[in-house]
């Protein structure tokens, strides 16, 4: 017998900004997919600094709870992806269309949270 679960998917919905030089921006606002399907949460991010070291992060995010970190990418090394996350939850950092994908493969009730896509500042002040 098929189970039929609709799981809703929520993004950020705003650029974030630091220091007015780098954002992040997840053009989709919501998304709804059954129970073992497999969905991708868009990404995109823009750098004005000159360093090649960029740094991108998913959270992912339950009602009424902090964030949890997901994965990391860094664009001269793999990054790291929690040991929870590692069987179904995928990103690849493409540093020439300036994307991180995020892959959630066979889909679980469990994944209906708030998901954020974060860049680490690659200009520091002080």
Do not use: H
């Amino acid at each position: 017998m098929e189970k039929w679960v609709t799981i809703t998917l929520f993004f950020t919905a705003q650029d974030l900004v630091c220091w007015g030089q780098d954002r992040v921006e997840q053009p989709s606002r919501e998304m709804t997919a059954n129970e073992a399907d497999q969905v991708t949460l868009m990404c995109n991010y823009t750098t004005k600094a000159t360093s090649t070291n960029t740094y991108l992060f998913w959270y992912k995010q339950l009602s009424n709870k902090s964030p949890t970190f997901i994965l990391n990418k860094i664009s001269f090394s793999e990054g790291t992806t929690e040991s929870d996350f590692k069987k179904r939850f995928n990103a690849t950092l493409d540093t020439t269309s300036r994307t991180v994908p995020l892959m959630i493969k066979n889909l679980l009730v469990s994944d209906s949270a708030v998901y954020y896509c974060a860049l680490r500042p690659t200009v520091t002040e002080t």
